[in-house]
């Protein structure tokens, strides 16, 4: 999924300033989401009043109005858990130093609805399909259903947009069919690198999800959406279980690998890691040798 600029200016003008900012309003832009730390910003959009045709394109695509990270991840959560807006919180619970009673707790709290569900199966296929056959690539998890979307927010100084100047972000979630966790990765300004979220925002999403699936104990799924691969791309196979087997057999079924030996002998007695495990090509297999 490529955004188009272009597209999303025919988008606003076929919806209207009324419906389009409706659609702002319901997933909370412009308003602060009451989450319960200091300091909490509202955003920047324009009054209804104020909008013209091109106040109306420019928000279309998002370059005339400015929201929060908390917004953007609040919003998107809704279009990918079925259509529902709930209001942030990051402490669940203050308790009592001494007898842990709980002094202040926090629960998810249903704000509105956004979406109907059958839109957000929609967009959880097409944010998916992102990581897997588009710009987010460089998130992709093998094995693992994640969805995702590159963005580019160019900065402004005293009112004027500011040349080479940008914030590169990331927002993701796992997995793409049945999200439990979401994640918002941003980059001030990033130096020396192509001004693409792709290549600067992704790859650093992709190694905080590696964690996040092994913390929620997320587990591999089958039916992803199949992955476009180009030539940089790792590849991976089921490596081979090459115990009993010579040493000149388990050369030739690890063609894939990296191999290892230790020991002497003619024959594996030992492998690491174990047949069986997804692992990518050129990755390091160890082999124990000894007689049968």
Sequence with gaps: ?????????????????????SY??????GEKTGIDLNGEGSG??????????LELVTSAFGQGISVTPIQQVTAVSSVVNGGSLYKPYIVKSINEPVNNTVIVSNSPTFVRKTI???TSDTMKYALESVVARGGGRYA?????????????????????????????SFMSVVPANDPKAILY?????PKNTALLSSYTTAPVARRILLDIVDILDIKRQEDAIEKVHYWDDEVYY???????????EAARDLFYYNVEYSGNGDIVIDQSPTGGTYLAASSTVRLLLGNS
């Design 140 to 168: 992709y998890i093998d094995g693992y259903r994640v969805g995702g979307k590159t963005g580019t927010a160019q900065k402004v100084e005293n009112g004027r947009y500011l040349e080479n100047n940008y914030i590169m």
């Design 116 to 118: 109907s569900k059958e």
């Design 238 to 248: 089921t490596l081979p279980d090459t115990i009993g087997k010579t040493k000149r």
């Design 24 to 29: 702002f309003d319901l997933f909370g832009f």
């Design 1 to 21: 999924m490529i955004q188009s600029n272009p597209g999303f200016v025919k988008l606003g003008q076929l919806l209207g300033k009324e419906k389009l900012f």
């Design 185 to 189: 990765v941003a980059i001030d300004n």
């Design 44 to 53: 920047i959009m324009f009054s209804l009043d104020r909008v013209g045709e």
